[in-house]
């Protein structure tokens, strides 16, 4: 009996992680050089028809049509649109903002151990309805430098008081 190998396919390296990092290196290197300046270019096609597919899914609430989207659709939609470069008051026209049914503190564990694995810009959260203080709760919203030293100092009376 003859044993038969089946011929391995070549890996598609097309849409590999460090190809694509390659072609927008290297698109903004000719940008740059060529004289369109640094991120002021228009953004090629396929970006630009994932952006308009992204802001018409979020408008409708439904996936290519189909299905409803869910809230982590919702928070990966509108994370991926302000990479892209969208400005948020845009996105917040289309975009129906969500009313949250859970109590805020049974959502901070969630929302912690969500934003360590996705890591989501903090601005994504409102639109699923999440607030700023379980974010703040859950380590996303980092208080700032001056607000905590602020806080951690002593008020002084004046000598008149």
């Known amino acids: 009996m003859k044993a038969t190998r089946t011929p391995s396919k070549p ?11 390659k072609r ?8 740059i050089l060529g004289g369109r300046g640094n991120g002021a ?3 090629d096609g396929r970006t630009e028809k ?4 992204l802001m018409r ?10 299905r409803e989207l869910k809230p982590l659709d919702v928070l990966v939609r ?10 948020l008051r845009s996105i917040r026209k289309v975009a129906k903002l969500r009313k949250a049914l859970v109590p805020p503190d049974a959502m901070v564990e969630i929302v912690s151990r969500l934003h360590k694995a996705y890591g ?7 639109f699923v309805g999440v607030d700023d203080e379980v974010l703040r709760v859950a380590g996303v919203l980092n208080v700032g ?3 905590s030293v602020a806080a951690a100092r002593p008020r002084r009376r004046a000598a008149g008081s």
Request: charged share 40%; proline share 5%.
């Open 120 to 126: 989501f810009r903090s601005e994504c959260y409102r």
């Open 145 to 147: 430098p001056r607000a």
């Open 57 to 66: 899914e979020l408008e409708s609430g439904k996936v290519r049509g189909a």
């Open 41 to 43: 270019h228009k953004q």
């Open 78 to 87: 509108v994370h991926e649109l302000l990479e892209l470069g969208e400005p």
């Open 50 to 53: 994932r952006r308009q597919r």
């Open 24 to 31: 927008r290196v290297a698109r903004l290197f000719n940008d």
């Open 11 to 21: 890996l598609n390296r097309r849409g590999s992680p460090e190809a694509i990092e």
